[in-house]
């Protein structure tokens, strides 16, 4: 994937977000702050076939995004559910100050990573299984008190 089939959107939540804070907090705002607000906070999530993607920002406090550069973010999981991964041969944080370019060449890195599992199924795993354990026993169990009956 290309940076250009990237297909960004407002962040109308951070855009908003940063409103309140000029409102708020009219010193950040001055000509020699760290955080240059001119920026409008853009993002766009890519999701990938092997359980991977990436989340990609620009806005006055990601990292680069107020010269203009880009953050990415590896995520794990699906559209509906997902998080930040910090366990990718590709970073252990995000990565931050990326051109274009370098969004694009992350991104095929990305896509190529083998396949991972859904962050759900690894949540959840430790609940399935003392679920499976309960299974177990209660089947031990039934098979006890069948073979009681059975030679009674």
Same mark, same amino acid.
């Given at each position: 994937?290309?940076?250009?089939?990237?297909?960004?959107?407002?962040?109308?939540?951070?855009?908003?977000?940063?409103?309140?804070?000029?409102?708020?907090?009219?010193?950040?705002?001055?000509?020699?702050?760290?955080?240059?607000?001119?920026?409008?906070?853009?993002?766009?999530? /890519?999701?990938?076939?092997?359980?991977?993607?990436?989340?990609?920002?620009?806005?006055?406090?990601? #990292?680069?995004?107020?010269?203009?550069? #880009?953050?990415?973010?590896?995520?794990?999981?699906?559209?509906?559910?997902?998080?930040?991964?910090?366990?990718?041969?590709?970073?252990?944080? /995000?990565?931050?100050?990326?051109?274009?370019?370098?969004?694009?060449?992350?991104?095929?890195?990305?896509?190529?990573?083998?396949?991972?599992?859904?962050?759900?199924?690894?949540?959840?795993?430790?609940?399935?299984?003392?679920?499976?354990? /309960?299974?177990?026993?209660?089947?031990?169990? #039934?098979?006890?008190?069948?073979?009681?009956?059975? #030679?009674?």
């Amino acid at each position: 994937m290309k940076f250009t089939d990237l297909e960004f959107e407002i962040d109308t939540e951070m855009a908003d977000g940063f409103k309140r804070m000029q409102k708020e907090c009219p010193d950040l705002f001055k000509s020699d702050s760290f955080i240059d607000f001119s920026v409008v906070p853009k993002r766009v999530r /890519v999701f990938f076939d092997n359980w991977y993607g990436a989340s990609v920002i620009q806005s006055p406090n990601s #990292y680069g995004g107020s010269k203009g550069l #880009y953050e990415l973010a590896v995520i794990v999981s699906t559209e509906d559910e997902w998080e930040i991964t910090y366990s990718t041969p590709i970073t252990e944080n /995000v990565v931050g100050h990326l051109t274009e370019d370098e969004v694009s060449k992350l991104l095929e890195e990305i896509e190529a990573l083998p396949v991972a599992p859904p962050m759900r199924f690894k949540k959840n795993m430790n609940a399935l299984k003392n679920c499976l354990k /309960v299974f177990l026993e209660n089947l031990n169990e #039934y098979k006890a008190i069948t073979r009681k009956n059975h #030679y009674r």
